[in-house]
């Protein structure tokens, strides 16, 4: 089976750590072929989404890919295509997500283009709220002040569109730079930020739980370094293995069966203290380390499940 990868280029990506080279490994260990292509690469022509690729093989070593020929193919002859791109999800994450639309019906979409538009990485917890810290949403300095007093004085502010701890920062009421933290995240005013109550159990870790079409493939904890609060591996967190507890398996049951309806098939879902903080669906992490600690290559799960789906033409 052919598969396409819209991703980043290859030359910047970590062997070592990133989930599309795990992808692009297990994929090939399995037997089926691998393409790749930039969102830029994809282009409508009389209604038929099309894109530029290039076949692509991974290695171990130093120099850990090869490309060969570019050549045009229509996206919807592909087993299935693989949307990982890295946030942010600017203007031309959000075209990309259009033309990919135009293989619906044709291919397996992973993840699907409306889910992906639908699913803010931090606003779609707040389907959630049941299980999320309190949470603030809001452009108003003032008001952000005020709700931060009120939930005992401290919180962490972020902006909407960051990612890998881009960003993330604590808000304390008693901080003399708490104003010009607040001040540089909504622009003074102008632009939307998340501020959620802090939740100091954030230095046992931060969960990152891994689901396959609603499934646990398993979870890691990401524990941050002393001198940081954020806990993502992209920054220094430290990773460790862990299980669930019954409260987050609760949550895990609770998300599954909306990010199944919404097309969310693989997506890590981040917990802090028993409390849901984000739901990262654009190109989620961990599976790398996930497999480390597993013994086994979890990424080969998610290409089984990717050729089954699709050879049963489950669109």
């Known amino acids: 089976m052919r598969f396409l990868y819209v991703m980043d280029p290859l030359d910047r990506i970590n062997r070592f750590k990133d989930s599309t080279f795990a992808f692009l490994r297990a994929t090939q260990n399995l037997g ?26 991974v290695f171990d070593a130093d ?10 193919v229509a996206v919807g002859s592909f087993g ?44 779609y917890a707040l389907h959630f709220s049941e299980f999320t810290p309190r949470t603030l949403v809001t452009a108003s300095p003032d008001r952000i002040h005020a709700f931060v007093r009120e939930i005992g004085g401290d919180a962490v502010i972020k902006p909407l569109d960051g990612a890998g701890g ?15 933290i607040v001040d540089m995240l909504t622009g003074e005013g102008s632009r939307l930020a998340m501020v959620q109550e ?21 979870a890691i904890n990401r524990i941050p370094r002393g001198d940081d609060l954020r806990s993502n591996i992209h920054v220094g967190g430290r990773v460790e293995r862990c299980s669930l507890t019954e409260r987050e398996e609760t949550i895990v049951r609770s998300i599954a069966p909306r990010l199944v309806q919404d097309g969310l098939f693989f997506v890590g879902l981040d917990i802090v203290g028993e409390r849901l ?11 790398q380390e996930l497999s480390e600690h597993l013994g086994r290559d979890v990424a080969e799960d998610v290409i089984r499940w990717a ?4 050879a049963a033409k489950r669109f």
Request: hydrophobic share 35%; charged share 25%; aromatic share 6%.
């Open 198 to 218: 802090f939740l100091p159990r954030v230095v046992e870790g931060d969960k990152r739980v891994l689901l396959l079409e609603g499934k646990i493939l398993g």
């Open 32 to 57: 089926h072929e691998s393409f790749v292509c930039h969102p830029r690469d994809l282009y409508v022509d009389r209604g038929q989404a099309f894109a530029r690729v290039q076949p692509c093989q």
């Open 307 to 310: 050729a089954e789906r699709s």
């Open 166 to 180: 881009s960003g993330v920062l604590k808000l304390s009421s008693s901080d003399k730079n708490a104003r010009s």
């Open 277 to 287: 903080t984000e739901v990262n669906v654009t190109s989620p992490t961990g599976i």
């Open 80 to 123: 299935a295509v693989f949307m990982r791109k890295d946030p942010p999800f600017d203007s031309a994450y959000l075209y990309a997500s259009q033309l990919l639309e135009r293989a619906r019906g044709e291919t397996l979409l992973v993840n699907d283009p409306r889910g992906l538009r639908d699913a803010n990485e931090k606003l």
């Open 63 to 72: 120099v850990h890919f090869t490309l060969g020929d570019a050549s045009d």
